[in-house]
């Protein structure tokens, strides 16, 4: 912890600095971008997160959006400090909030799609002057969509037809395997992907990714949580869970997503009941 060149550093971190002797490193699950571990001291547990891998993300402006939506009582870790190691990876030092949700039901569903609303909801001028990029959408979720046109011609045309707007904070990968749970408390981890886009996109592709990792019933209850909120149309998050469809099946060749014994058999049942898919020829 010492080691690190901290960039900005938390009133917090410069007490843990000042005062703990020890730090525990206990080695976490890590993705396939950083390593992570939760670091253990007298006073508090916290989280460090080192890009150490191929990519380098922007850690200043995830630091930056965390420290927004948290001090305005959203649902994410608590930013403690950024910086680099001494190879020059960047590191993030985030509160502790606990293990990936083990079991989902109605209320947890309930939570999680509020929670989600709630991040799009954060008003711009409380991002305090910096701004969030505005990616071409096709290019960012997509990767190698021109080497597949069977792929690329219907979502071209599903994405005209969706009119995306890019004004609202997004996720960009808001799913279970995202979200902490700490005696009954929700917590959003990842924010890689975090941009300027359209909540639709990022509700659809949340459903998505429920109705293929969980259940189909599940992903039913929790599109309703979003359209009771009189804020989206069940025939609109449709067209948006067609987008987001296409996107798991670019993934599932190209980038191998999970894939359990029922996975491909959930994707082709989406393809056949979203009105937008089912009449297309995509082998999955």
Same mark, same amino acid.
């Given at each position: 912890?010492?080691?690190?060149?901290?960039?900005?550093?938390?009133?917090?971190?410069?007490?843990? /600095?000042q005062?703990?002797t020890?730090?525990? +490193?206990?080695?976490l #699950?890590?993705?396939?971008?950083?390593?992570? *571990? @939760? $670091?253990v001291?007298?006073?508090?547990?916290?989280?460090?997160?080192?890009?150490?891998?191929?990519?380098?993300?922007?850690?200043?402006?995830?630091?930056?959006i965390?420290?927004?939506?948290?001090?305005?009582?959203?649902?994410?870790?608590?930013?403690?400090?950024?910086?680099?190691?001494?190879e020059?990876?960047?590191?993030? /030092?985030?509160?502790y909030?606990?293990?990936? +949700?083990?079991?989902? #039901?109605?209320?947890?569903?309930?939570?999680? *799609? @509020? $929670?989600?609303?709630?991040?799009?909801?954060?008003?711009?001028?409380r991002?305090?002057?910096?701004?969030?990029?505005?990616?071409?959408?096709?290019?960012?979720?997509?990767?190698?969509?021109?080497?597949?046109p069977?792929?690329q011609?219907?979502?071209?045309?599903?994405?005209?037809?969706?009119?995306?707007?890019?004004e609202y904070?997004?996720?960009?990968?808001?799913?279970?395997?995202?979200?902490?749970?700490?005696?009954?408390?929700?917590?959003?981890?990842?924010?890689?992907?975090?941009?300027?886009?359209?909540?639709?996109?990022?509700?659809?592709?949340?459903?998505?990714?429920m109705?293929?990792?969980?259940?189909?019933k599940?992903a039913?209850?929790?599109?309703a949580a979003?359209?009771?909120?009189?804020?989206?149309?069940?025939?609109?998050?449709?067209?948006f869970?067609?987008?987001?469809c296409?996107?798991?099946?670019?993934?599932?060749?190209?980038?191998?997503?999970?894939?359990?014994n029922?996975?491909?058999?959930?994707?082709?049942?989406?393809?056949?009941?979203?009105?937008?898919?089912?009449?297309?020829?995509?082998?999955?």
């Amino acid at each position: 912890m010492r080691e690190i060149n901290w960039v900005e550093k938390s009133e917090a971190l410069e007490l843990l /600095l000042q005062h703990e002797t020890t730090f525990q +490193v206990i080695p976490l #699950d890590s993705g396939l971008e950083a390593e992570v *571990a @939760k $670091i253990v001291t007298s006073t508090a547990d916290c989280v460090l997160k080192v890009w150490n891998r191929a990519s380098k993300p922007d850690v200043q402006m995830q630091y930056q959006i965390l420290n927004a939506l948290h001090s305005h009582g959203r649902a994410v870790s608590k930013p403690l400090g950024w910086g680099t190691d001494r190879e020059g990876n960047p590191v993030m /030092l985030t509160s502790y909030d606990g293990r990936p +949700v083990q079991n989902i #039901d109605q209320l947890k569903l309930l939570k999680l *799609a @509020k $929670i989600l609303m709630d991040i799009h909801k954060l008003p711009l001028e409380r991002l305090n002057g910096f701004n969030l990029p505005r990616y071409d959408f096709i290019s960012y979720f997509y990767p190698r969509i021109e080497e597949f046109p069977d792929i690329q011609q219907p979502l071209m045309e599903l994405v005209l037809r969706a009119s995306m707007e890019q004004e609202y904070v997004i996720h960009g990968d808001y799913h279970l395997g995202n979200i902490l749970e700490n005696e009954n408390e929700l917590t959003v981890i990842d924010w890689t992907n975090v941009q300027m886009g359209d909540p639709r996109y990022d509700i659809g592709w949340s459903i998505i990714l429920m109705w293929i990792y969980v259940r189909e019933k599940r992903a039913s209850f929790y599109r309703a949580a979003f359209c009771a909120e009189n804020r989206f149309e069940a025939d609109e998050l449709e067209l948006f869970e067609a987008i987001a469809c296409l996107r798991w099946i670019l993934l599932n060749r190209v980038d191998h997503p999970p894939v359990r014994n029922d996975t491909i058999a959930r994707v082709r049942s989406i393809l056949n009941s979203n009105k937008y898919l089912h009449s297309l020829l995509i082998e999955v």
